[in-house]
Nanobody, 115 residues
Framework: QVQLVESGGGLVQAGGSLRLSCAASGNTVRINAMAWYRQAAGKQRELVATISSGGNTNYADSVKGRFTISRDSVKNTVYLQMNSLKPEDTGVYYC?????????WGQGTQVTVSS
């Protein structure tokens, strides 16, 4: 089992920045990739950014150039630096860890961007 705990969400004005953290614990061996997803009220959960065990990153088109995903392998922590935030970035942000046979999720952290 892998436990994921997100932190860093909050209320910010449009144009502002936040940094989310996701601390992984438990059986973190052989995690292939980690990712951030978000879910706005009344909408489906969507992929925001991923980072592979080798450090390769991918982003949703809507956040490219504004968000940066990174990881600290020593601390087993993944970060999401969010700049130039927009009201449409509002939602619950979830951390995900993927192994070959399973997906693990955190409890989510709320991000609210006011206009």
């Amino acid at each position: 089992q892998v436990q994921l705990v997100e932190s860093g969400g909050g209320l910010v004005q449009a144009g502002g920045s936040l940094r989310l953290s996701c601390a992984a614990s438990g059986n973190t061996v052989r995690i292939n990739a980690m990712a951030w997803y978000r879910q706005a009220a009344g909408k489906q959960r969507e992929l925001v950014a991923t980072i592979s065990s080798g450090g390769n990153t991918n982003y949703a088109d809507s956040v490219k150039g504004r968000f940066t995903i990174s990881r600290d392998s020593v601390k087993n922590t993944v970060y999401l630096q969010m700049n130039s935030l927009k009201p449409e970035d509002t939602g619950v942000y979830y951390c995900n860890a993927r192994k070959s046979w399973a997906d693990y999720w955190g409890q989510g952290t709320q991000v609210t961007v006011s206009s």
